[in-house]
Antibody, heavy 120, light 106 residues
């Protein structure tokens, strides 16, 4: 079964750090671009970051709201995707989804999400 | 690129035909996707490249449009279709989502 499973969410104080992980299974992880998308409580969806595959030199893109604070990375040997989040702000509070790009301009597989709460 | 959706919410009955519109602030080369999200669940891909139905999605869902104007249509609404629907563009960074359209029971 094709699956993505996030972990690492939790409660953190403003200014703190957190590292999210995503474990992939059931597909050739190394072939795909991977993304993080978040959803603040009661709000819509916000794309956060992308990391491309080896063929695209693992190039990276970030949303302006997280650039310089968040770092996306991947380990194809472990089929894992990470998001290192530093200098967290209250507005980073959200459910964070790990997402697979289908290679057809779509996000076709989503994890169940992990909750990040930034609060003092 | 900004995306707007209309309406923001609608009430409909089982069996109704529902149309949701997504408008982009500039042309997006047809790189428009539609997702369905139910409360407490991850979004689910319905339509990609404006009109291509994702495998396993019922044929009552369809997408159309080009340029800046796109439409998601649900023919004969079913009980499991009551949800929030989002459009998204993937025509360059940052990818953005529309604000969502909530379909609830009349």
């Amino acid at each position: 079964e094709v699956q993505l499973m996030e972990s690492g969410g939790g409660l953190v104080q403003p200014g703190g750090s957190l590292r999210l992980s995503c474990a992939a299974s059931g597909f050739t992880f190394s072939d795909h671009f991977m993304d993080w998308v978040r959803q603040a409580p009661g709000k819509g969806l916000e794309w956060v970051a992308r990391i491309r595959n080896k063929a695209s030199r693992y190039s990276i893109e970030y949303a302006a709201s997280v650039k310089g604070r968040f770092t996306i990375s991947r380990d194809d040997s472990k089929k894992s995707l990470d998001l290192q989040m530093n200098s967290l702000k209250t507005e980073d509070t959200a459910v964070y989804y790990c997402v697979r790009d289908s290679r057809d301009y779509a996000f076709d597989i989503w994890g169940q999400g992990t909750v990040v709460t930034v609060s003092s | 690129i900004q995306l707007t959706q209309s309406p923001s919410s609608l009430s409909a009955s089982v069996g109704d035909r529902v149309t949701i519109t997504c408008r982009a602030s500039q042309g997006i080369n047809g790189h428009l996707t539609w997702y369905q999200q139910k409360p407490g669940k991850a979004p689910k891909l319905l339509i990609y490249e404006a009109s291509t139905l994702q495998s396993g999605v019922p044929s009552r869902f369809s997408g159309s449009g080009s340029g800046t104007d796109f439409t998601l249509t649900i023919t004969s609404l079913q009980p499991e279709d009551f949800a929030t629907y989002y459009c998204q563009h993937l025509n360059g960074f940052p990818f953005t989502f529309g604000p969502g359209t909530t379909v609830d029971i009349k």
